[in-house]
């Protein structure tokens, strides 16, 4: 009987030891957590409130119930018998808006692998080094760097200059404000994403398994796509993550280099919120860019944990 | 009749083996790929630069050096008041995120897992997640509607915005930090009668100090570089640098942007520079 009292006392030392834990981390957590919440997760209820609204004459919204943002999405209303009529205006913008982050994902994969590669085959102190001037863009101002690639492949630009001095070309190669000069700034915005997941895969590469594939007499490419890759699938499908969807979203880009006329998404959705004064569509359209994100990522999810449970 | 592989001559294959082994993890066209992404990645930032010491007020052809642009671009009243907004607002996201981070840091790598702490996780990060454009117009609906309710204005909602943003971004080398180090210092604190706050103070914070540093850096880049949440939210008069030098750019293309981005620049990449010095001392 003695014996009950103390234990029940170290269970109830435990007990408040546990709650006071619990307090302490409560109020650790308070600052971060509300910060985040109030500004940058309420917005997006707000936004989907938003987008079932009707938009004010001035900006802003009027609240009145109405579908028409994701009707406008696809149709348009006739102004004389008031029929929906099909409109791929919006639909084309987001599917050039993927069509220009999936080549620019490609694009980054197609320079990036090789360049973690290598970076993860030399010796340790010259890789911090190579991994430094990778990561270093990143930290610089987009905007600037965007800019400057702006500077290049203007017509007048050094691209064009040293091409015609060169005899190579006689008349400038127009680049700037169509396509591919996009498609060149989002590679260039993007890549350090995908060299620095590679690169972690492929660090804890084990090369006795190249030998082993040399061994057993493949050649080059074959141990390339049948040992090296396999092996660095998470990193490459973390790196093709992190491109496309910043590269779906991208405004800055389309914005210098795409000359405001090869719209994507990002700069829709702005000029919604600007010169159209259409917040309800804006609204509506940047949830559907985030439930495009959404979908990428749970495919990945998915497509992780059926890759887990066929190891196990 | 054998099949045509095993039939070369024998001698061949174990040469060839051989040559293959010798430089086992050689890819060819990978060292050259790896530099392209060099070029690639630093050829445009070091012309921009370039043309920011031209004489001539061309973007285009090399003149002869000169520093006048500089001398412009910082007699210019908007340039400067730009820089200033910048600074207020970097240094307010930064002491704000830094401070929220740490704690947060503290809370979940210090106590025992708990339930819940991947939402935690998830909500800390979550401005990492979402495309940057999906933040920037959330951000003005939801201020729009404090504005209209509250009456109040000025550069508070776009501190407050920054410091968001900057929060996962502070986080991280905090937490690092933090998960490298081991409890036994503060638990020899603690076990010599050093009260909690004691231990905090003397122990732990200066063993977490560069992590802290680190962290603070890294939400005062983010900060002064942003360009898109402020270009949705920012009032008038209350332009940024970056801003500023969008808007100029539309205006039209002179060696005084060049030399404002390259002072952008510079300031990044000696702050970068500092953070890799800071966490190779941390390593060490």
Redesign the interface.
């Known amino acids: 009987m003695s014996g009950r009292e103390p234990q029940s006392a170290l269970a109830a030392a435990i007990e408040q030891n546990k709650r006071t834990e619990r307090v302490t981390r409560a109020w650790l957590l308070a600052p971060a957590l509300t910060i985040i919440l109030a500004i940058s997760i309420l917005p997006l209820g707000i936004t989907v409130v938003y987008s079932f609204l009707t938009p004010g004459t001035y900006g802003g919204v009027t609240w009145e119930f109405s579908t028409d943002s994701y009707v406008q999405f696809l149709f348009q209303r006739d102004i004389f018998d008031d029929t929906l009529v099909f409109n791929s205006a919006y639909v084309s913008i987001f599917l050039r808006s993927i069509g220009l982050a999936l080549g620019a994902t490609l694009g980054a994969l197609i320079l990036g692998f090789p360049t973690a590669y290598f970076i993860a085959t030399k010796p340790r102190e010259q890789r911090n080094i190579w991994l430094f001037l990778i990561t270093l863009p990143f930290w610089t101002n987009l905007l600037i760097r965007t800019y400057a690639m702006l500077l290049i492949i203007r017509d007048e630009g050094i691209i064009n200059i040293m091409l015609m001095k060169a005899g190579i070309i006689s008349s400038p190669l127009t680049i700037l404000y169509t396509d591919t000069a996009v498609f060149i700034g989002l590679i260039y915005s993007f890549l350090p994403f995908m060299v620095l997941p590679i690169y972690a895969s492929l660090e804890k590469l084990d090369f006795s398994l190249v030998e082993a594939g040399y061994d057993l007499y493949a050649n080059r490419l074959k141990v390339l796509f049948h040992v090296i890759v396999p092996l660095a699938k998470p990193g490459i499908v973390a790196g093709c993550i992190l491109v496309f969807i910043p590269g779906l979203g991208a405004y800055i880009t389309p914005e210098l280099l795409g000359g405001g006329k090869k719209l994507m998404i990002g700069n829709m959705i702005a000029m919604q919120f600007g010169a159209s004064r259409n917040w309800p569509f804006g609204s509506a359209a940047a949830l559907i860019l985030m439930a495009l994100v959404i979908l990428v990522l749970l495919l990945n999810a998915l497509a992780a944990r059926r890759g887990a449970s066929n190891n196990g | 009749m054998a099949d045509p592989t095993t039939a070369m001559p024998a001698s061949a294959?174990p040469r060839q083996?051989r040559r293959?082994?010798r430089d086992?993890?050689?890819?060819?066209?990978?060292?050259a790929?790896?530099w392209?992404?060099?070029v690639?990645?630093?050829?445009?930032?070091l012309?921009?630069i370039a043309?920011s010491f031209n004489e001539n007020r061309s973007?285009?052809l090399w003149t002869g050096f000169s520093l006048d642009w500089y001398a412009k671009a910082l007699e210019n009243d908007g340039i400067r008041n730009a820089a200033w907004v910048s600074v207020k607002i970097a240094l307010f996201a930064t002491v704000?995120?830094t401070?929220?981070?740490t704690?947060?840091a503290?809370?979940?790598t210090r106590?025992?897992k708990?339930a819940g702490q991947g939402l935690?996780y998830g909500?800390?990060n979550?401005?990492l997640?979402?495309?940057?454009?999906?933040?920037?117009?959330?951000?003005?609906?939801?201020f729009?509607?404090v504005k209209?309710v509250t009456g109040l204005t000025g550069i508070g909602y776009l501190m407050?915005?920054h410091?968001?943003?900057c929060?996962p971004f502070a986080?991280m080398p905090i937490r690092a930090r933090l998960e490298t180090m081991t409890l036994t210092l503060e638990q020899a604190a603690a076990d010599l009668y050093a009260p909690p706050l004691k231990v905090f103070t003397l122990v732990t914070l200066p063993l977490l100090g560069p992590g802290i540093v680190a962290g603070a850096m890294l939400a005062f880049?983010v900060s002064?570089?942003d360009?898109?949440i402020t270009?949705?939210i920012a009032g008038p008069g209350e332009t940024t640098l970056?801003i500023y030098?969008?808007g100029a750019?539309r205006r039209g293309?002179t060696p005084e942007?060049n030399a404002v981005?390259t002072i952008?620049?510079a300031v990044?990449?000696l702050?970068?520079m500092l953070l890799?010095l800071v966490q190779r001392r941390m390593q060490r």
């Open positions: 294959q083996r293959l082994v086992l993890k050689a890819m060819p066209g990978f060292t790929t790896a392209l992404c060099i690639t990645l630093y050829l445009p930032i012309v921009l043309f973007v285009v704000i995120s401070i929220a981070a704690m947060a503290l809370a979940t106590t025992k708990f935690v909500i800390i979550q401005p997640m979402i495309p940057e454009i999906v933040t920037a117009i959330a951000t003005l609906s939801l729009a509607l209209k407050l915005a410091a968001a943003f929060i986080y880049v002064l570089d360009v898109i270009l949705m970056p030098i969008l750019i293309i942007i981005s952008l620049v990044s990449v702050l970068v890799f």
